[in-house]
């Protein structure tokens, strides 16, 4: 357990609040314009891939936040 407060708590996140807004943002501007002829379920498909591939660097970011490491210690 830490003993003493962190500055990377804080800024991770604000930083992944800031970056997933821009990710939300990208998409919903891109993805309909791209995908909208699609049939529904096709259209889901895409739309629940893309909700989930940001899940993808999470872990190595929260490890960041709790370590100051981007890969787990040993």
Do not use: D, H, N
């Not at 943002?25 to 699609?38: E, F, H, K, N, T």
């Amino acid at each position: 357990m830490r003993e003493t407060p962190t500055w990377r708590i804080p800024l991770g996140i604000f930083a992944l609040f800031v970056l997933l807004i821009i990710y939300g943002a990208v998409i919903a501007r891109y993805a309909p314009s791209i995908i909208g002829s699609w049939s529904g379920g096709a259209q889901t498909v895409v739309y629940v891939i893309l909700g989930l591939v940001w899940l993808l660097p999470l872990k190595r970011f929260l490890i960041w936040m709790e370590t100051g490491r981007w890969s787990p210690p040993e």
